[in-house]
């Protein structure tokens, strides 16, 4: 079973920062917190992951709390092709990538123009 | 990362058949995943492919169902035997490409039809 709980939908106008919640209240010491999205049709894009640090690249930042029972997953510019449905997975480390992903039901974005 | 490539991309079979996906990757991995995507409903991991031994599969999956091949580190096949209309999915290949990224990832599917 996942072991997160997002948000089922959510809207965001375009041009806005999208603010994605995910809860993960009982992640372990070694598991990593990543998020992938999938567009209409498409396979899985990974977009970030971070432990408890957070976490900037190009396409969004990754904001874990102290606690790390929860994360907010920040896509600073949201445009109409961002509109997807966004993964929170949490995975142990593994060394040798021996854990696959268990995907949970996501969040479908939707990004209005 | 890593290209990933899935043949076909699309296909529409009669129940009773069995269909075969390849699984191409344009550089050596060291994991290789199989998952399903029922219509309207999040991924579902099948098995992890291994290397050179039989795949290890999830509760509720099984080899005479989905036979799994992956002769060396860039390829894997897999078969959908005795296929009935809820086999009707989207069929993901997912790769690690080294040991120490952990991160994954996937091919574009491919969207079956079970008629």
């Known amino acids: 079973d996942a072991k997160t709980t997002q948000p089922p939908s959510m809207d965001c106008a375009e041009g806005r920062a999208a603010n994605l919640p995910c809860n993960h209240s009982?992640?372990?010491?070694?598991?990593?917190v990543y998020w992938y999205r999938q567009i209409h049709s498409q396979g899985p894009q990974y977009i970030i992951h971070?432990?408890?640090n957070n976490e900037t690249n190009e396409m969004a930042s990754l904001i874990i709390t102290e606690d790390r029972k929860s994360s907010t997953l920040i896509l600073p510019h949201a445009t109409l092709r961002d509109t997807a449905v966004y993964y929170c997975?949490?995975?142990?480390?593994?060394?040798?990538?021996?854990?696959?992903?268990?995907f949970g039901k996501g969040t479908r974005l939707s990004v209005i123009a | 990362s890593a290209v990933i490539s899935q043949k076909p991309s699309r296909d529409i079979c009669q129940r009773g058949t069995s269909l075969t996906i390849q699984c191409q990757v344009d550089?050596?991995?060291?994991?290789m995943f199989w998952y399903r995507q029922q219509p309207g409903q999040s991924l579902t991991l099948i098995a992890t492919?291994?290397?050179?031994?039989?795949?290890?599969?999830e509760s509720g999956f099984v080899i005479d169902k989905f036979p799994i091949s992956r002769p060396n580190l860039t390829f894997s096949t897999l078969t959908v035997s005795n296929m009935s209309p809820e086999d009707s999915s989207i069929y993901l290949c997912?790769?690690?490409?080294?040991?120490?990224?952990?991160?994954?990832?996937f091919g574009p599917g491919t969207r079956l039809t079970v008629l």
């Open positions: 997912s790769v690690v490409t080294r040991p120490g990224t952990d991160t994954q990832y």
């Open positions: 009982t992640i372990s010491g070694n598991e990593y």
């Open positions: 971070g432990l408890k």
């Open positions: 997975i949490v995975r142990p480390w593994g060394g040798s990538g021996n854990t696959p992903l268990v």
């Open positions: 550089s050596q991995v060291t994991m």
């Open positions: 492919a291994n290397q050179g031994s039989e795949a290890t599969y």
